[in-house]
């Protein structure tokens, strides 16, 4: 082999690398089509979710025709605007193959910094929010530097941040609600923005539509789906993977921070426990609504109908009589059922694969 064929078969191997990374990088972004029966059941879309929602709200609406009052609609989505908000950013974080445990902390830990920044500060409302969404947005980047910096395993480092962030709140309160705020917040908290609806379930929606569009029709989106799903054959092509993952970590914690910040709004006071049990609840949602834990799976929309799955079956369990304490029974079996959907997805598609 003479000097110029070397040349040109060193100059080809890179060439060869970079497109068989941008291959697994489209597979990845588009999963490849079921040839069977089997996996095209285990598929799970927003046409499927949807079709569960659907039959769940027909099954209480035939035990109780009170399940579909205005009154107790209006109530299902305000409950589910909050935590909604929340799922936005996870569904974008798990996409991109890692979660966040701290996410109902961040919540009600930026909601008391702007309660503080407000009544203690003496700040401007405008200037009390922008506090409160940089908080969330600051523990979101600490957590991203300790994931992504650091290595330390996403379950370790959020759910330390979890505690820390719980642990901040009483030492600014010292568990005392802080009030009163001003009249501006309550304002925006009693708000009869749409059919009685308020102000969080209208951003629900607006961010939602955003952040779905996002995540289907943009490069960003492509490059989360690629993240999430060969975070290797991500880097080969080109994209910086792990200031993706510290971004999706920051949108999370501004989410939660909104959503903190509505609640706050909403009772007109800054209580401790704004955020508790969030955590679970919002990845419960998501995973029901086909969001994979692995990452490189999911979208926006279904995971928020799997929020309202999710929302759906508690309420309805109050509604037909059943004791309320068989709902974190049923949420944690829905969760169960949906991981293991989500494992027998992964090994149908691994296996149609390597056939």
Same mark, same amino acid.
């Given at each position: 082999m003479n000097l110029l064929q070397r040349d040109?078969?060193?100059?080809s191997v890179p060439a060869a690398v970079a497109a068989e990374a941008e291959a697994g990088a489209e597979a990845v972004a588009a999963p490849p089509a079921a040839p069977n029966r089997l996996r095209r059941a285990l598929a799970v879309s927003e046409a499927g979710v949807i079709a569960a929602l659907a039959g769940l709200v027909l099954v209480f609406w035939l035990l109780e025709p009170a399940f579909l009052s205005g009154t107790n609609v209006r109530s299902m989505l305000t409950a589910v605007s909050f935590v909604g908000i929340i799922a936005i950013g996870q569904t974008l974080l798990l996409v991109a193959g890692e979660?966040?445990?701290?996410?109902?902390?961040?919540?009600?830990?930026?909601?008391?910094?702007?309660a503080w920044l407000m009544t203690k500060g003496?700040?401007?409302?405008?200037?009390?929010?922008?506090?409160?969404?940089?908080?969330?947005?600051? $523990?979101?980047?600490?957590?991203?530097? @300790?994931?992504? #910096? !650091? /290595?330390?395993? &996403?379950?370790?480092a959020t759910l330390g941040m979890l505690y820390?962030?719980?642990?901040?709140?009483?030492?600014i309160t010292n568990g005392y609600p802080i009030y009163p705020l001003p009249?501006?917040?309550?304002?925006?908290?009693?708000?009869?923005?749409?059919?009685?609806?308020?102000?969080?379930?209208?951003?629900?929606?607006v961010l939602a539509v955003i952040a779905d569009v996002v995540l289907r029709r943009t490069t960003t989106g492509r490059n989360l789906y690629a993240t999430g799903g060969n975070a290797e054959v991500a880097r080969l092509v080109g994209i910086s993977t792990g200031r993706v993952k510290i971004?999706?970590?920051?949108?999370?914690?501004?989410?939660?921070?909104?959503?903190?910040?509505?609640?706050?709004a909403d009772g007109a006071s800054g209580t401790p426990a704004i955020g508790t049990g969030w955590e679970l609840t919002v990845i419960a949602g $998501?995973?029901?609504?086909?969001?994979? @834990?692995?990452? #490189? !799976? /999911?979208?926006? &929309?279904a995971g928020i109908v799997g929020m309202l799955l999710l929302q759906v079956v508690q309420s309805g369990l109050v509604v037909v009589g059943v004791n309320?304490?068989?709902?974190?029974?049923?949420?944690?079996?829905i969760m169960v059922l949906a991981v293991g959907v989500d494992i027998a997805r992964r090994r149908v598609s691994l296996a149609g694969g390597t056939s």
């Open positions: 040109r078969l060193g100059a979660f966040d445990l701290s996410v109902g902390s961040v919540a009600g830990l930026s909601a008391i910094v702007s003496n700040l401007p409302v405008p200037l009390g929010i922008l506090g409160g969404l940089a908080t969330g947005a600051l $523990v979101g980047f600490v957590n991203g530097i @300790l994931v992504v #910096g !650091v /290595g330390i395993p &996403a379950f370790i820390a962030a719980r642990g901040f709140i009483y030492v009249r501006a917040i309550g304002e925006i908290g009693s708000a009869d923005v749409l059919f009685g609806l308020g102000w969080s379930f209208v951003l629900l929606v971004a999706c970590f920051m949108v999370v914690g501004a989410l939660s921070a909104v959503a903190g910040m509505l609640v706050l $998501v995973v029901i609504g086909g969001v994979s @834990l692995f990452g #490189g !799976v /999911g979208t926006v &929309a309320p304490n068989w709902q974190t029974v049923a949420v944690g079996l």
